[in-house]
């Protein structure tokens, strides 16, 4: 069956440094992609998306690449702040409107 | 803004009690969702509905129903509460077609004992 995974559970970071978090889905006909931030005790909130036609997306201070060829999804978040401790996850939809999630990565900023 | 309210943020049950949980939304919203989350394994989808008194089961149905009588409102049914739901329970709603407009709510988390 689809599946989106993360390749780690957990990153730490130094303030100002840029993070990469990783992805990988394993259902090529998946043609959206989603980004999600969870702080403690929040749903999940909508971060950045791409579609499948597109390799890449900017958005304020985050960037989302999407390498098809591989399957590979990540999303880089440039001078990381401590605001931006919390857990990423990806998500993927297909031809239906039901979000399929990756396992999450825990990003800690240390100051 | 969406608002999506669930009725409780903690809740504590005993093995066997059939509970509900409940999931309110205030943008007319034809679709609602309800997930689970668990260390690890991130958020996996239990049922869905497109519209009212419509139901689909998502990945991991057992041991769960649900009950869509009003648009803004979908309720999550344990029927007969175990241990392993022990969890953090979402909802989640979005307009038809709207793909990014996935709105959550803060969740539930449910201790079975």
């Known amino acids: 069956g689809e599946s989106v995974g993360l390749h780690l559970p957990t990153l730490s970071v130094q303030e100002g440094d840029n993070s990469i978090i990783n992805c990988a889905y394993s259902n090529s006909a998946s043609d959206y992609f989603i980004w999600y931030k969870q702080e403690s005790g929040k749903g999940p909130q909508f971060i950045i998306d791409i579609r499948s036609n597109m390799d890449k997306r900017q958005g304020q201070r985050v960037t989302v690449l999407l390498n098809k060829t591989v399957k590979h999804l990540s999303l880089q978040i440039a001078a990381t702040q401590p605001g931006d401790s919390a857990v990423y996850f990806c998500a993927e939809i297909g031809g239906s409107e039901k979000l399929v999630f990756g396992k999450g990565t825990k990003l800690t900023v240390n100051p | 803004d969406v608002k999506v309210t669930q009725s409780s943020r903690y809740l504590v049950k005993r093995t066997g009690e059939k509970v509900f949980l409940e999931c309110v939304q205030d943008?007319?919203?034809?679709?609602m969702f309800w997930y689970r989350q668990d260390p690890g394994l991130g958020l996996r989808l239990i049922y869905f509905s497109y519209d009212v008194k419509m139901k689909e089961k998502g990945d991991i149905p057992e041991g769960y129903s649900v009950s869509r009588e009003k648009k803004e409102r979908f309720s999550l049914i344990l029927e007969s509460a175990s241990t392993n739901q022990t969890s953090m329970y979402l909802c989640a709603t979005t307009m038809v077609g709207r793909r990014r407009g996935y709105t959550f709510g803060s969740g539930t988390r449910l201790t079975v004992v």
């Open positions: 943008m007319d919203h034809e679709n």
